[in-house]
Every structure is written in structure tokens, then in C-alpha cells.
């Protein structure tokens, strides 16, 4: 039983890198249940103008640093969700 959840921005791009990578190493895929925080911020708050990790952070006032990390876009988007 699956009692994980991932959550991220725009997971269709990471679900799409890891299927590919499950698919080289003949490894199964078994997509994991997921909050993507985009669609989660399209549905509290529709009419923002954009989306994207910058605007929902500016939006919320979380601080981004090291942005386009692997770390320091997890450490904002944990924050993002955290405050929606």
C-alpha cells in the first residue's frame, strides 16, 4: 500500500523524467499520490496572473534562495505549500 505523497511544482515534468528513467533500468513505475502546488494555488486563488514558484512566492512571501536548485526550489515549494 502506498501511503507516500510527493508534493512539488509542476510535477509533470519530474514524473515524466522519472518514468523515462524507470523505463531505461526496466525498473516499474508506479506513480506515487501527489499535491502539485500549482493546480493547489489555481484552486485557492484563481485569478492570479501566473503560477509560476516565483509569483506564488512572492504572492505568499516566502523567500527563495538558491533558486533553480534541487534544493533550494524543494526548500520554497515546502514553503509554498505551507502557506497556502
Known amino acids: 500500500?502506498?501511503?507516500?505523497?510527493?508534493?512539488?511544482?509542476?510535477?509533470?515534468f519530474d514524473f515524466a523524467v522519472l518514468r523515462r528513467e524507470?523505463?531505461?533500468?526496466?525498473?516499474?513505475?508506479?506513480a506515487p499520490f501527489a499535491l502539485d502546488t500549482r493546480i493547489l494555488a489555481e484552486i485557492v486563488e484563481p485569478k492570479l496572473p501566473s503560477y509560476s514558484l516565483d509569483d506564488l512566492a512572492t504572492w505568499l512571501g516566502v523567500k527563495i534562495t538558491d533558486r533553480h536548485s534541487a534544493a533550494g526550489?524543494?526548500?520554497?515549494?515546502?514553503?509554498?505549500?505551507l502557506a497556502m
Open 1 to 12: 500500500m502506498r501511503s507516500n505523497v510527493v508534493i512539488g511544482h509542476i510535477l509533470d
Open 22 to 30: 524507470c523505463r531505461r533500468t526496466r525498473q516499474p513505475w508506479f
Open 73 to 81: 526550489d524543494a526548500l520554497a515549494t515546502a514553503q509554498i505549500f
